[in-house]
């Protein structure tokens, strides 16, 4: 089966980092995204990796390792409007997107 | 606003009511998506379409669920007999279908409650 595996909820403090993991299980693979989501929202496009390495854009970047499976989003200099969940999504051999149940990450002044 | 719009953002319907969503993705956008997502939960897919063609459709959708979009532009969703448990956010998606970086780009949702 295909699975996609991230915390179910993260807290940080306003100005630090944080670092939001996610691993994948899926029938191919032609991409993974990384969406922002605010409660009660429709999610937003953060980020997209294809390759292996690190992709920076402002305050996030996003890294992914194919050969483990595995992805994170970093997020720096955390300000009290990045409070959403988080969802990894990974585009299957059907280009597909496959998702995550997301990662709520609570910011704390 | 040249985003994804949906129509009408909040819906409260009876148990056994029909109900039809309205989806109007960006316009130069051939392919659109339709996901239902529940709180705490990752969006899960339901069907889509390249232009007025519906390619694929979710084996967990059951047949009281139809979905159209006559000019391959603006989609329905429609809901037939609705039971409790079709209470959840509907999400509509577009995107171009070419490049490896082909990028959902989500509507507001519309949000069903059905009592």
């Known amino acids: 089966g295909q699975n996609i595996d991230q915390p179910t909820e993260m807290t940080a403090t306003e100005g630090a980092i944080v670092q939001i993991n996610c691993t994948y299980q899926t029938s191919g693979f032609n991409g993974l995204f990384w969406y922002q989501q605010h409660a009660g929202e429709a999610p937003t496009f953060l980020s997209y990796?294809?390759l292996d390495g690190l992709e920076e854009k402002g305050r996030f970047s996003s890294f992914l390792s194919r050969s483990k499976g595995y992805s994170y989003l970093l997020l720096k200099e955390l300000q009290m409007k990045d409070s959403a969940s988080y969802l990894c999504a990974v585009r299957d051999s059907n280009y597909q997107l496959i998702w995550g149940a997301g990662t709520k990450l609570i910011i704390k002044p | 606003d040249t985003g994804v719009s949906q129509d009408p953002r909040h819906k409260i319907t009876k148990r056994g009511q029909n109900v039809t969503f309205r989806c109007d993705p960006i316009?130069?956008?051939?392919?659109l998506y339709w996901y239902r997502q529940t709180l705490g939960q990752g969006p899960e897919f339901l069907t889509y379409?390249?232009?007025?063609?519906?390619?694929?459709k979710s084996r967990l959708l059951s047949d009281r669920f139809s979905a159209e979009r006559p000019k391959g532009s603006f989609s329905t969703l429609e809901i037939q007999r609705t039971e409790q448990g079709d209470s959840a956010m509907y999400l509509c998606?577009?995107?171009?279908?070419?490049?490896?970086?082909?990028?959902?780009?989500f509507g507001p949702g519309t949000r069903l409650l059905v009592l």
């Open positions: 316009s130069e956008h051939n392919r």
């Open positions: 990796n294809v």
């Open positions: 379409f390249q232009n007025e063609a519906q390619l694929e």
């Open positions: 998606a577009s995107s171009t279908g070419t490049g490896d970086q082909e990028t959902q780009y």
